[in-house]
């Protein structure tokens, strides 16, 4: 278990994460019981590139920073790609529509998802393979396709929630959209698997307030874990917007839309609450890092690596591993206070013996990109060669 490598670097971060981990434990086991039955890189971007043959129509669901991941994966024709999120297919699309004979292995753990890859795939016969799974199946499905590790010329991986389960109000993803209050991102291959409304109805108030400040980095966990208690010794919280009411709540009036997003938008005083619930029930940190040791086994020396992120745990967790850091076996102390070189396989390049770094800092949107896709204000891209 790797919960710990999502925590700030400060003393109390180890006692909510490893609080977390422990309510993980005792949680599922109690609810699974009770329903038993290489290069330098390529040149300088050109953000002048046309990209209308892509569609010449709007997408539904815009692909985050497209130019900057078909530029840093630097995919050539005939080449295998791995789309490791296929989601609503916006960059694979994107691929296949700009290099020829380009090859994609569509994978996702939705399987609304994975539907819409066997769409595509019908439209493009034998140049897209539609895979469902998590990231920490990925290696054992590959050979039963005839796939090699190290035979893969390029990865992607766009982690979180996307687009596509935002804005279905039947999934319970989004806080301003009444629904059930679900967020499972593979519930249906899944029934068993606990739900958020299980975890806020069914952990302790220190338990709830450990996964606020672990995967929300939430100030006021305590406040908000206090009133989810309070709440649900009434009616139990089983709707998205009962949740978002029960957190406001807690709060005065003034404070509910104090909070700003990145492009100085009111934002809900809930919002870190939905991260946090969303990213403990679906387990994202591990499966993330799953992933990345997945990318690293079948990427060929010289194949391209772009991971797309979108808040600070997911981009930390992908930073380190890119460094050489030993997630799996990293302690509290190392990860606390590493010294130079220590716990890691470092280079001077900024890489590890596995990856060399194609861009020394995290790639953000252009302004004008954040404009037209806001939801996409708060990506970084991090991009790598494996050695």
Not at 89 to 103: F, R, S, Y
Not at 139 to 145: Q, V
Not at 239 to 246: G, I, K, M
Not at 310 to 326: I, P, T
Request: aromatic share 6%.
């Amino acid at each position: 278990m790797i919960y710990h490598v999502s925590t700030r670097s400060n003393p109390k971060s180890w006692k909510t994460a490893y609080a977390a981990w422990r309510a993980w434990k005792s949680w599922s086991f109690s609810v699974h019981s009770s329903t038993a039955g290489s290069s330098s890189g390529p040149g300088p971007l050109d953000r002048s590139q046309d990209l209308s043959s892509v569609s010449s129509e709007k997408p539904p669901h815009m692909p985050v920073m497209l130019q900057e991941v078909l530029h840093y994966l630097d995919i050539h024709p005939g080449q295998v790609v791995l789309d490791m999120t296929f989601g609503g297919g916006g960059h694979t699309k994107a691929m296949l529509n700009m290099i020829p004979e380009v090859t994609v292995l569509a994978f996702d753990r939705d399987p609304t998802a994975f539907s819409l890859a066997q769409q595509l795939a019908k439209q493009h016969s034998g140049r897209v393979q539609p895979l469902l799974g998590r990231f920490s199946e990925l290696e054992a499905m590959l050979p039963k396709m005839k796939i090699k590790p190290g035979s893969i010329d390029a990865v992607l991986l766009d982690a979180g929630c996307s687009s596509m389960q935002m804005d279905q109000p039947e999934r319970g993803f989004s806080l301003s959209k009444d629904g059930p209050l679900d967020m499972r991102m593979d519930g249906a291959r899944y029934p068993d698997m606990p739900c958020a409304a299980d975890v806020v109805n069914a952990l302790d108030q220190q338990a709830l307030a450990s996964i606020l400040t672990a995967y929300g980095e939430e100030r006021h966990a305590r406040k908000i874990a206090s009133a989810i208690v309070e709440a649900r010794s009434v009616y139990p919280i089983t709707r998205t917007q009962q949740l978002a009411s029960v957190v406001a709540g807690s709060f005065p009036a003034a404070a509910v839309y104090a909070r700003k997003d990145q492009l100085q938008r009111p934002s809900h005083v809930a919002t870190k609450t939905f991260q946090a619930l969303r990213i403990f029930v679906n387990d994202e940190l591990n499966e993330l890092y799953a992933g990345l040791c997945a990318a690293q086994a079948v990427l060929r020396p010289g194949g391209r690596l772009c991971v797309l992120t979108f808040h600070s745990l997911e981009d930390r967790l992908v930073k380190r591993f890119l460094q050489g850091d030993d997630l799996s076996t990293l302690n509290q102390r190392r990860f606390h206070r590493r010294k130079r070189g220590e716990g890691k396989e470092g280079k001077t390049d900024g890489g590890s013996v596995h990856w060399f770094p194609l861009q020394r800092k995290v790639i953000t949107p252009q302004v004008e990109d954040v404009k037209e896709n806001p939801r996409g204000r708060s990506a970084k891209l991090r991009a790598a060669v494996r050695r």
